[in-house]
């Protein structure tokens, strides 16, 4: 039996930090997803296990958390994630040169 998960009706203005997002990238890229039509990142539905409503992380979590920390993070998370990315598409690519794939 599936429970009946929704979306907040209201945002919290602190929400998850771009830090705590930065610190466990892996885990925000398993558990989010991205909306087009809201522009939010949007928890998976498995991810939010026994709760009744999913997180969202929108432009103003990110804002907030730009001002809490000052724009000294911008660096150092753009750095952060394009190191993440760079280990995927690694990894991807070695998954394409692989013998059985051809």
């Known amino acids: 039996q599936l429970a009946e998960i929704t979306l907040p009706g209201q ?3 602190q929400g998850l930090d771009v ?3 930065m610190r466990n990238i892996h885990l925000f890229v398993a558990r989010y997803q991205y909306n087009l039509h809201s522009q939010v990142f949007v928890e998976r539905a498995a991810g939010a296990r ?3 409503l999913l997180n969202t992380i929108g432009i103003r979590h990110v804002a907030n958390s730009i001002r809490t920390h000052g724009m000294g993070i911008m660096n150092t998370t ?3 994630v394009y190191q993440y990315l760079a280990r995927k598409f690694n ?3 070695q998954f394409l040169y692989d013998d059985h794939i051809r």
Do not use: A, G
Request: charged share 40%; glycine share 0%.
């Open 11 to 13: 945002t919290r203005e």
């Open 19 to 21: 830090l705590e997002i």
């Open 50 to 52: 026994d709760r009744k």
């Open 78 to 80: 753009v750095n952060f």
């Open 91 to 93: 990894v991807f690519s």
